[in-house]
């Protein structure tokens, strides 16, 4: 027998088809279509739609034989009609303080880093929207980073089913249920500009926040922008979460150094912006986050200007002591600085808590998140980076 030869011609046939889809990440109505189109009565479809969505979110399973309470023949065409896929788990590790930072491989070998963070009486999982960013925040280890793509909604869903996995936190049938979720909050402060991915973010906020599947109350989950103003106000319709503003500086060109979108909408452009996110009924308290960099923006003087700034908007300041990444260009100011600081923002009337660095043992804590797999920009000021 003889080994057929690898010819051009054979490299040249079409590659093998892409396989089924991903049923995770779909929203409730494209899950109906998707049924209908493939011969569910359309009478029955949104009902199909709840049960299939209660398993893969509410019980956390990830084969379609195990949805005990849908027909057999159903069962069958989901099987073959669709995966339920999670990205897939490169390293897990876990902080001296608890915190898990996870690294996950996705479509097209690319990787993305979730952090979950345990509390007194919360867990928070911090996830990310996109691979890299297109932002360039000088103090930032992800905007050192060149963007290579958004996350789909599955992606981003699939960050909190995977979470949810490693904690063993899905429920068990016929057990009390339980109250108290070790993963009770989620915030979108992991790699990338949420609304820069604006619809895939949305997908995946709605199913987090679905009564009948994750079902976390709106108000645990908060998205965290530098400020694309133009999109602020369709966030708080849309989406509906709580808003966290990367806000960092109280003068124009100390923000356009530190957060450059700011170049392109203001201090002042973005604070109009928050006035009007305020003003929607389903909001709460806007935050604030103030990252704490030593000689450059954590001066007494500018702690007065930033509550001027928020005069008027609901808000709370978290101030954020700068986490260093190899090459960083900003160095973390004195704990005393942190301290006087805050207590110039609180008397003025504004909760201004200090996030306690989590997961440095691992470069899990904020702004520390790049994946090691994408390459740096190439940019002199990360030369040696
Ligand atoms: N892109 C979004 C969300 C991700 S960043 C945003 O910028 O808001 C999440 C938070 O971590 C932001 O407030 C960001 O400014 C902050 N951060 C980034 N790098 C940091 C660092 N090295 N130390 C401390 N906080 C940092
Ligand atoms: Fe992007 Fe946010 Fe980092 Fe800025 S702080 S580079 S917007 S991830």
Not at 350 to 377: F, H, N, V, W
Request: proline share 6%.
């Amino acid at each position: 027998m003889t080994r057929t030869a690898i010819t051009p011609d054979l490299l040249a046939l079409p590659r093998k088809a892409e396989g089924p889809p991903n049923i995770v990440g779909l929203t409730r109505e494209a899950m109906r279509i998707a049924f209908i189109e493939r011969g569910v009565p359309e009478k029955q479809a949104r009902m199909r739609v709840g049960q299939v969505w209660a398993w893969i979110y509410h019980w956390g399973i990830t084969d379609f034989m195990d949805m005990t309470n849908v027909s057999k023949d159903l069962r069958t065409m989901l099987s073959r009609e669709f995966v339920i896929e999670r990205p897939e788990v490169v390293t897990r590790q876990v902080s001296a303080d608890g915190t898990r930072k996870y690294l996950l491989r996705i479509a097209g070998g690319h990787e993305v880093e979730t952090v979950y963070i345990p509390e007194e009486n919360r867990g928070t999982l911090c996830i990310s929207s996109q691979v890299g960013c297109t932002l360039t925040c000088s103090f930032c280890h992800t905007g050192t980073q060149a963007m290579v793509r958004n996350l789909t909604a599955a992606e981003i869903v699939g960050q909190i089913l995977v979470a949810r996995d490693d904690l063993g936190e899905w429920p068990v049938r016929g057990a009390p249920k339980d109250e108290t979720r070790l993963l009770s909050n989620i915030v979108l402060m992991g790699m990338g500009e949420p609304l820069y991915n604006f619809d895939n973010v949305r997908d995946a906020m709605k199913i987090a926040t679905d009564p009948e599947g994750i079902s976390l109350s709106r108000r645990r989950v908060t998205l965290s922008t530098s400020g694309v103003v133009p999109l602020i106000e369709r966030a708080g319709r849309e989406i509906g979460t709580l808003l966290a503003i990367s806000l960092h500086a109280t003068t124009d060109p100390v923000r356009d150094r530190l957060v450059p979108i700011n170049k392109k909408w203001n201090i002042e452009a973005l604070l109009e912006a928050c006035r009007g996110y305020a003003g929607l009924s389903n909001s709460e308290r806007i935050t604030f986050e103030y990252v704490m960099l030593k000689g450059v923006n954590d001066s007494d003087a500018a702690a007065k200007r930033l509550v001027k700034l928020l005069d008027g908007i609901p808000a709370k300041v978290n101030l954020i002591p700068f986490n260093p990444w190899p090459g960083s260009p900003y160095e973390r100011s004195d704990w005393s600085r942190i301290e006087a600081f805050a207590g110039i923002v609180m008397r003025a009337g504004y909760a201004s808590p200090i996030r306690t660095p989590r997961g440095e043992d691992i470069m899990a804590a904020c702004g520390q998140l790049k994946s090691e797999t994408e390459r740096a920009r190439k940019n002199p000021r990360f030369a040696n980076a």
